[in-house]
């Protein structure tokens, strides 16, 4: 199996806090794939798949081979755990290597407003 090489300083996730108890997130991964290859996140949440690959949530292409998903809705918990896959023609093709990524939401400053967003690496 192929091994991916993710860039894990490219690696961001924007939170928007909507209420006390939901939170809008934008996943986003910079990695430079192939013909035929994607970009989907997996991880412990239902929105992810419950790390079940055949449920991932495939991330969008942008310019500058920047993968994201914006609007993903968290309101199970404050916190998750998730990993980057490589899906080749829809199928998975790699993991991202090393341990989980955790995302800790309630660890993040409260921002204001509609554009606020938090960042993580």
Partial sequence: MAKASFLSSGASSRVSEATSTEYRLTLRIKYETKFGEQIAVVGNLPQLGNWNVKKALILKWTPGHVWEVKDLRVTE????????????????????????????????????????????Y
């Fill in 77 to 120: 918990k404050p916190y998750f755990m998730y990993k980057y896959i490589v899906l080749w023609h829809g199928r998975h093709r790699s993991w991202e290597q090393g341990l989980d990524r955790i995302a800790d939401l309630a660890l993040l400053p409260e921002l204001k407003g509609d554009d606020a967003s938090k960042v993580l």
